[in-house]
């Protein structure tokens, strides 16, 4: 069976530090992959998806950045976190063969930017 | 106004009720999804539908594609389905996600 891991579960960093959030996922190969964060009281927001290696579309133009340098691994980076970059972040796969595949989720990060 | 709307946006009842979450959406779609996110924060789907109603124990989902309009119902409600309900529709133009802002779920015992 399939697999997400998502770590670490908090966080807490300074700003103008630099971020590295790192997702993998087990049990499939060349899945769709998903970054989100979530707003308290808010819907969640796409921030990058990436449908191959080293392919990775922006949904939102921030101060993050994502690669995927292996099949199954993604990463939600930042040079330098913003106050405003603080939230809760979720990694998501799903399969390649139908739009409405169903997402699956890691357990999140919660990253809090002081 | 969002594209997608639940209500309501926070729901208190006792132990044994019967629990109904609504899902309106604007936008013409392919699927509609739900979703329960977790104290923790973990996210579980569970349904996807085109059409009609699914039911996976003691969760029932259905739409309404004329109306645009989803319901989640939970019948004998107990503290354990505490949680954020999730809407969320995949758009038939662009394929991308939608997502409603979720619903907060206390059961008392």
């Known amino acids: 069976s399939q697999t997400i891991h998502q770590w670490p579960a908090t966080l807490v960093q300074p700003v103008g530090s630099p971020l590295s959030l790192e997702c993998t996922v087990e049990g499939t190969s060349n899945p769709n992959l998903y970054w989100y964060r979530q707003a308290a009281g808010r819907g969640l927001q796409l921030l990058f998806y990436?449908?191959?290696?080293?392919?990775i579309s922006s949904e939102v133009p921030q101060n993050l950045s994502a690669s995927r340098p292996q099949d199954r691994q993604f990463i939600l980076s930042s040079k330098k976190l913003l106050l405003s970059d603080s939230g809760f972040y979720l990694c998501?796969?799903?399969?390649?063969?139908?739009?409405?595949?169903?997402?699956?989720f890691g357990n999140g990060t919660r990253l809090t930017v002081t | 106004k969002n594209e997608v709307e639940q209500s309501p946006q926070n729901l208190t009842a006792q132990e044994g009720e019967f629990i109904t979450i609504n899902c309106s959406y604007s936008?013409?779609?392919?699927?509609l999804h739900w979703l329960q996110q977790h104290p923790g924060g973990g996210i579980v789907s569970l349904f996807m539908l085109s059409s009609g109603k699914k039911k996976h124990g003691r969760l029932i989902a259905t739409i309404n594609i004329q109306e645009k309009h989803s319901s989640l119902h939970i019948t004998a409600s107990h503290p354990r389905d505490s949680a954020v309900y999730i809407c969320?529709?995949?758009?038939?133009?662009?394929?991308?996600?939608?997502w409603g802002a979720g619903t907060k779920l206390i059961i008392k015992p």
């Open positions: 969320a529709v995949r758009s038939d133009s662009n394929y991308q996600l939608i």
């Open positions: 998501a796969w799903s399969f390649k063969s139908s739009y409405n595949s169903p997402l699956h």
């Open positions: 936008v013409g779609i392919s699927a």
């Open positions: 990436s449908v191959g290696i080293g392919q």
